[in-house]
């Protein structure tokens, strides 16, 4: 059989190289094609903050104003011991509150979200909008009316007794009349100017100092039958508040004729026995018109093992027991007068609310 005839070798084709494969791997050294992180400004970080701030502390404010409004109205509405008729319908609008409080905050977080698709400033705006809104609610006479209730529900007891001297401060403001009161207010114009220095020299209430002077000499300084002398009648005071007032005075002795003398021994006793008392005003001023003789008003306190104004009054006398009644009465004349430009009469219109507003003071500073 034959063989087949073998081509020439010049006839073959040379096999062709293979292609080679582009390397996937990634190449080696700095790559010019990435992207460089965003490094957000100076200060970026601490104006987010800032924002976070005004909008958590503007919530705040919104919450816990709505929280004082609505629980003092509840209070008022609801007050009594009836179990159906005052304490469970009460228990039901706490419980209200809360559901109340929740759906709030997801209202919140939901709008949140929508004001930040919009611009990221927009959700404090918002949140300081509503803080100032009910800030401006807040000077106003009703919310004090809202508050005293929601103060006498969380007080209990004690802040009961406390409102019931307010209520009789009130009623003597009203009993002098606003007549009586002016007169008084035109004769104490002389004496302002050493009253407000000794009030400012040991720090007390202007305010409760000129009642002092009311009670005491009603602004015709003279001695009187039983060894008081002056503006505020000093008889008996502690050593250390001469003292006091003459170093404050920068006096070597006192002259108790002299009306800024006898103010700075006031303001010094005032000051004395609110720090014995520990800053309570109505054992103050009882303090002050007891003076410091047979161990003064803590030594009655300690043998009949009282501790408030409400429990010590069955063991004093009737004039030291009204005696702070009728400082702070005209005390609230002048504070009234100071912030009104007069005299409000309190059955008038409106002004019992609105003098409830203004406060008592030394007791609250109302809102």
Known sequence: MDKPESLPEADIDPPKPKPKRKSTAPKKGPSKSRKKKKVPPPGYLQHKLAMLAVELISLSIVAISLIIVLIGYSADRFTGTSFFGSLL???????????????????????????????????????????????WFTVQDNFALAYGRFRTLVGGKEE???VTLEHQIYAAYRRYGTKDLQKMLVRA????????????????DVNILHGIAAAESSFLPKDSADGGRGL????????????????????AKLDLQNPKHNAFVAAATLKHYLDEMHEDLFLALLAYNIGPANGGLRFIMDQYHTSDFT?????????????????????????????EGKLLAYEEGQNA???????????????
């Open 89 to 135: 319908p009460f228990a039901f609008g706490i419980l209200l509150l809360v559901l109340l409080t929740l759906a709030s905050l997801l209202g919140w977080w939901r709008l949140r979200q929508w004001l930040h698709l919009k611009a990221e400033y927009l959700s404090p705006l918002v949140a300081a909008g509503l803080a100032i809104i009910i800030g």
């Open 160 to 162: 009961a007794g406390r």
């Open 189 to 204: 114009k002389k004496f302002t100017p050493s009253i407000e220095a000794a009030a400012e020299a040991f720090d007390v």
């Open 232 to 251: 505020f009648q000093i008889t008996q005071v502690p050593k250390a508040t001469l003292e006091e007032a003459a170093e404050r005075l920068e006096v």
């Open 311 to 339: 429990t010590i009054q069955p063991y004093l006398q009737e004039m030291p027991r009204g005696y702070p009644v009728r400082v702070l009465s005209h005390a609230l004349a002048f504070r009234i007068w100071r912030e």
């Open 353 to 367: 609310l609105h003098i409830q507003h203004i406060g008592i003071p030394g007791l609250h500073a109302g809102f």
